[in-house]
């Protein structure tokens, strides 16, 4: 202990609505995480410093290290350092001797700015809290100010405190076909790790997790969440203390030799978008919510009611018959879709998977005066056309690849590796940016094209750019200004991010799209658990759900369309298989569920969401409007029920002293509803139907005024 008695620290703190960070200033060193949870109330008592309530303990370091915003090795911190970089094997140990405070909002954000003389290196980084929905972005820069160059293995993009009682993590992993399976790991003195160099966000390791303490439940328990928002490599750790706090640090993984700055060079992290929520797992998931909302560059500047969309891939795959296509657009606008998406298959002699992918052009065997005829009909029966297009990527067997054999990223003297016989073109590459543009642009700027499907359907191997490089990191940058430029030139298309499913679900992304392909695999009971993963990070309306075949095709499981189309309805609702394939009475279920989404998509997008666990296996959630006087709750059961009768639905989160008017509205027998209040629903419960397995109940509740 080295300050004074009585002695008042200088602080740095962030308030949101319901959160605060505190930092302690400290000479020469990076500021002190002193607190970062739920809102301390500006009080104007003084914080004494760390320093006269920390003793060293024994056999330690005289010059206590204590936990800095931005702790580096070298200098008797042993924990895990937000950099790893030398220059040319000096400069291996960093520390600053000065810090600057930049204030960009008073109490809400500022970037600390450190310096290291000795190793000529300084780190920015900037600290944001919404006010809005208490999220905390973080983000770091790190700029080479010394002669040589300085390679760097590591920088967090933020580092973050987490509390003594913090308990176990909830990550996700999983594979194509079934993203966000949750995974829950016991904190404890051992590190925790996750990495991914898959080169994309990658289906089976998402680049967010949440951190949960004793007690915590879908509503209720401290919980912290954070989430990268990054397409590509990443890293996530959580490091435990000798003072039983623990740290958590993410950021971009990078491969040896990727980042090598020049004099003056810099690298930027993605931002790290964080939420500490004193209201369980909903509470995290409402700030990401928010926060993924305020991203998102709708055309027009607001989100337009999600139309409901038709594609066609698992009704026709690569199978392009204009006269098929019609008559399956016919049926779509018949039961009421409002968006045409033509899937993969469309362009020069693309009949399988193993060709043509980087020849973007109508294939003149299917469409011989191009796409204009077909998308013609399509506008003409009041449908929007998407087109779906995998810019990235390349087939071998290409014209594009014929012609410029060195387009595709590879390694001088190793085999290239196919994933889905398919390569992935060097976005770092000027000439191969602009040739994707001028493709895309002139199918966009030649048709009236609403929407792109834009694929990404394999990990980056052999991903060796100029020189030899690793080329992972400047791909994604490249990859999101290819994105940017074609916004700029069609600010009215919307995009949808997809990589075979899942693997690019991201905040970086999100930047340029709307919409995110889920998952692959669109079996109504799997759906329910990827979708539920999903809607811990984002929100509703940009999660893409379809209602698809029986059986499915993915796993061969046969579900009623009744509860295909409730597992769908609550997200951005789309419909993919062949409609002339449906009995009569199915297509007018579908046609009544697509009228239900249109009824309710006001109330399911937009505003909060809760999701529940009910009695016996059954699993819920609810969405509110933005002025929550509407609800739509969708009950769900997968399994068969083991109790005789069933258990009442209990929804904790209605306002307690509100009357509701409850009504089914999967059905049409319950027209009128019933009233009960918020306290009655939430102690006792809605009286529950008994279901058999794969059944949904969809309930709409209306807020009355006063108490029952
Ligand atoms: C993978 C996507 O996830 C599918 O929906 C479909 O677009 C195929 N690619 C097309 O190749």
């Known amino acids: 202990m080295n300050a004074s008695p009585g002695a008042v620290a200088d602080i740095i703190v962030l308030h949101g609505a319901r959160t605060s960070l505190v930092l302690e200033c400290v000479a020469g060193?990076?500021?002190?995480?002193?607190?970062?949870?739920?809102?301390?109330?500006?009080?104007?008592?003084?914080?004494?410093?760390?320093?006269?309530?920390?003793?060293?303990?024994?056999?330690?370091?005289?010059?206590?290290?204590?936990?800095?915003?931005?702790?580096?090795?070298?200098?008797?911190?042993?924990?895990?350092?937000?950099?790893?970089?030398?220059?040319?094997?000096?400069?291996?140990?960093?520390?600053?001797?000065?810090?600057?405070?930049?204030?960009?909002?008073?109490?809400?954000?500022?970037?600390?700015?450190?310096?290291?003389?000795?190793?000529?290196?300084?780190?920015?980084?900037?600290?944001?809290?919404?006010?809005?929905?208490?999220?905390?972005?973080?983000?770091?820069?790190?700029?080479?100010?010394?002669?040589?160059?300085?390679?760097?293995?590591?920088?967090?993009?933020?580092?973050?405190?987490?509390?003594e009682r913090s308990a176990n993590v909830r990550s996700f992993v999983g594979r194509h076909m079934d993203e966000f399976r949750p995974v829950e790991d016991a904190l404890s003195r051992s590190g925790w790790r996750r990495e991914n160099r898959r080169g994309l966000t990658s289906h089976g390791c998402f680049p967010g997790a949440v951190v949960t303490t004793p007690g915590t439940t879908h509503d209720t328990g401290l919980t912290y969440g954070v989430h990268l928002a990054?397409?590509?490599?990443?890293?996530?750790?959580?490091?435990?203390?000798?003072?039983?706090?623990?740290?958590?640090?993410?950021?971009?993984?990078?491969?040896?030799?990727?980042?090598?700055?020049?004099?003056?060079?810099?690298?930027?992290?993605?931002?790290?978008?964080?939420?500490?929520?004193?209201?369980?797992?909903?509470?995290?998931?409402?700030?990401?919510?928010?926060?993924?909302?305020?991203?998102?560059?709708?055309?027009?500047?607001?989100?337009?009611?999600?139309?409901?969309?038709?594609?066609?891939?698992?009704?026709?795959?690569?199978?392009?018959?204009?006269?098929?296509?019609?008559?399956?657009?016919?049926?779509?606008?018949?039961?009421?879709?409002?968006?045409?998406?033509?899937?993969?298959?469309?362009?020069?002699?693309?009949?399988?998977d193993t060709t043509s992918l980087g020849d973007w052009t109508p294939d003149p065997a299917k469409y011989p005066e191009g796409l204009g005829d077909l998308i013609d009909y399509v506008t003409g029966l009041g449908l929007e056309f998407g087109l779906w297009v995998e810019p990235e990527m390349v087939n071998p067997d290409s014209d594009l690849l014929r012609a410029h054999p060195d387009w595709a990223l590879e390694l001088a003297g190793r085999p290239r590796l196919t994933a889905r016989n398919q390569l992935v073109l060097d976005l770092t590459r000027p000439e191969v940016v602009d040739y994707l543009f001028g493709?895309?642009?002139?199918?966009?700027?030649?048709?009236?094209?609403?929407?792109?499907?834009?694929?990404?359907?394999?990990?980056?191997?052999?991903?060796?750019?100029?020189?030899?490089?690793?080329?992972?990191?400047?791909?994604?940058?490249?990859?999101?200004?290819?994105?940017?430029?074609?916004?700029?030139?069609?600010?009215?298309?919307?995009?949808?991010?997809?990589?075979?499913?899942?693997?690019?679900?991201?905040?970086?992304?999100?930047?340029?799209?709307?919409?995110?392909?889920?998952?692959?695999?669109?079996?109504?009971?799997?759906?329910?658990?990827?979708?539920?993963?999903?809607?811990?990070?984002?929100?509703?309306?940009?999660?893409?759900?379809?209602?698809?075949?029986?059986?499915?095709?993915?796993?061969?499981?046969?579900?009623s369309m009744a509860f295909r189309a409730a597992v769908a309805l609550p997200g951005h609702f789309g419909v993919e298989l062949d409609l002339r394939k449906l009995d009569t009475a199915d297509l007018a279920r579908l046609a009544d569920k697509v009228r239900l989404y249109k009824d309710l998509r006001g109330i399911l997008h937009g505003g909060r969401v809760w999701l529940g666990d009910g009695e016996d296996g059954m699993v819920w959630q609810a969405h509110a409007d933005a002025a929550e006087t509407e609800l739509v709750v969708l009950a769900y059961r997968a399994d068969p029920a083991s109790f005789g009768h069933a258990a009442p639905l209990r929804l904790p989160m209605l306002a307690a002293e509100a009357r509701y008017r409850v009504r089914r509205v999967d059905r049409d027998a319950d027209a009128e509803g019933q009233i009960a209040s918020g306290a009655r629903l939430g102690a006792i419960g809605w009286p529950m139907p008994p279901l058999r397995a794969e059944r949904a109940v969809i309930l709409r509740l209306t807020r009355l005024d006063g108490p029952t």
Request: glycine share 12%.
């Open 29 to 163: 060193g990076a500021p002190l995480w002193r607190y970062w949870g739920p809102a301390l109330h500006a009080d104007g008592a003084p914080w004494p410093p760390l320093a006269s309530q920390r003793p060293t303990p024994s056999s330690s370091p005289d010059t206590d290290q204590p936990f800095s915003l931005f702790p580096t090795f070298g200098g008797g911190w042993f924990n895990q350092s937000a950099l790893l970089a030398h220059r040319d094997g000096r400069d291996f140990h960093q520390a600053f001797q000065r810090c600057e405070i930049d204030w960009r909002e008073p109490g809400r954000a500022a970037v600390v700015r450190l310096f290291d003389d000795v190793a000529a290196l300084t780190i920015e980084v900037s600290l944001a809290m919404s006010a809005e929905d208490d999220t905390l972005t973080i983000s770091t820069v790190l700029t080479n100010t010394g002669d040589g160059v300085l390679e760097v293995q590591w920088l967090a993009a933020g580092v973050l405190p987490l509390p």
């Open 230 to 352: 990054w397409s590509g490599n990443h890293a996530q750790l959580i490091d435990s203390f000798d003072d039983g706090r623990f740290q958590w640090q993410m950021g971009e993984w990078l491969a040896p030799g990727e980042v090598r700055l020049g004099p003056g060079e810099r690298l930027a992290s993605p931002e790290m978008i964080a939420v500490c929520s004193a209201g369980g797992l909903n509470g995290v998931a409402q700030g990401f919510h928010v926060a993924a909302r305020r991203r998102i560059a709708w055309p027009g500047g607001t989100m337009r009611p999600r139309p409901a969309s038709l594609n066609t891939w698992e009704g026709f795959y690569f199978r392009h018959d204009q006269a098929e296509l019609r008559q399956l657009a016919s049926l779509a606008a018949g039961i009421g879709m409002e968006r045409f998406v033509l899937d993969d298959g469309w362009f020069r002699g693309r009949n399988n």
């Open 439 to 559: 493709a895309i642009d002139t199918l966009l700027r030649g048709h009236p094209i609403g929407y792109l499907k834009w694929d990404h359907n394999r990990d980056l191997a052999t991903a060796g750019g100029a020189g030899g490089r690793a080329a992972y990191h400047n791909q994604i940058l490249a990859a999101y200004g290819l994105m940017a430029r074609l916004r700029a030139a069609h600010p009215e298309v919307e995009i949808e991010a997809c990589a075979g499913g899942g693997g690019r679900i991201d905040m970086g992304v999100l930047r340029h799209t709307h919409r995110f392909w889920t998952s692959d695999n669109i079996d109504a009971v799997s759906r329910l658990g990827i979708q539920r993963g999903f809607l811990q990070f984002f929100p509703p309306e940009i999660m893409g759900a379809h209602v698809g075949a029986d059986p499915a095709h993915t796993t061969g499981r046969g579900q």
